[in-house]
């Protein structure tokens, strides 16, 4: 098993999805050789609650990544994060026999009893958080710069993380995904020679800003550094899917291409034909590429337009592998395996829900989605994704009985999720995790011979 998660990858970025400014010949053979989604969602617009939701089959209300003391995602340092209690993806592969390695951006909590080996990786080489966490230029003027008469908030070193240890501060970011690739390639052999299951969670930093490329890369783009990351996404896969081959892994791996939320939509980034970005419940924040390899099982060339979200991938995953779905509490996700193997399958989901937060933004019932508010502002906007998948005509006036229907899903959602909009708490969701003294991973040292002190680039994401 091999799940690939980028970062900010938008949905019109792929060739396979109809880029035609980045080239990615790799991503688009690994849909050539397997399935397709056409309309795979994410639980969150953004990196926090998005990748704590897929590793636990969970709305990000469910596990308490609604909110993280009033921010949208996690911060270097805070004293929060997935609770031991949960149950992610990779305990339940590990318990199921799999080994499990992570490599990449983690960002579900970097205190002791929050990181990746504490929920069922064997071992984990990548960064706690976000790639623009680490201690970095501020720009003078514009809406990052520090307000007129205050100094930059410099965070501290970016950590890169070996297991449980900080092994390197302020890594060069360029060269980041190559030895993630490393990393990756001596796992799958070293399972391979075992003759073990394994469970490889390869998680970007790509094309989360700033961007940070090598130059082979930077050449060959059309579409600048935007067109360089994604160009060294594509290489790592070929690298993956090579390895596999030799290995004669081919048949018997499942390898999953997707993306946590949508791409920001500017500097590169496509999410077309799709409205809206990253940080909105718009399908442009929400609808992400999403491609499944595995030979042996899916047939080729194959697209879906069926309704599936990443939080199908924990109990999916667990059905395919002889892992266990807890039933001491409510996991959301839905079996999707049908799906993947059979082309007259339909999607299992009568619903899929869009929170901003601790705020239930959207509701989809197969073509129509309803919008009840955008960050914080209330409205009540419908769009038929069939007909318009733009969003871009609100049909609401027009289909009172299809609003009732969708109203009625909202309100199952409200009583067991909450929603922060009308001021109610979820009766059926469990505690974020917290610890009561945080201490960031690495301070900054004057002293210490960090490669590079600063990053350069005063891009924020
Ligand atoms: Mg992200």
Known sequence: MVLINCDDLGYGDLGCYGSTANATPAIDRLA???LRFDDFSMASPVCSPSRGAMLTGCYPPRIGFDSFDGLPVLFPGQGLGLPTSEISMATMLRDAGYRTQMVGKWHCGDQPGFLPTDH?????FGLP??????RQAYPTEGPMAPPPGREPIYLNPLPLMLDDRVIEQQPDQAALTERYVTESVRFLREAAAGDDPFFLYFAHLYVHIPLYVQPRFAAASANGDYGAAVACIDWALAVILHELR???????????????????????GSNAPLRGAKTTTWEGGMRVPCIVRWPGRIAAGRTTSELASGIDWFPTLAGLCGGEVPTDRTIDGRDIAPLLLDEEARSPHECLLSYWMDQLEAVRVGRWKVHYAKHGTVRTELYDLEADPGET???????????????VHAEAARASLGDGLPGRAGPDVRPIGRVDHPVPLPAYDPAHPYYLAEYDLTDRG
């Open 393 to 407: 005509t609100d049909v609401a006036a027009d289909h009172p009985d299809v609003l009732a229907a969708l109203a």
């Open 32 to 34: 050539a050789e397997g």
């Open 246 to 268: 030799e290995l004669g892994l081919d048949d018997d791996t499942i390898v999953i291409f997707t993306s946590d939320n949508g791409s920001r939509g500017v500097d590169g």
């Open 129 to 134: 958080y976000s790639n623009d966490m680490g």
């Open 120 to 124: 069922g990786f064997d071992h984990w």
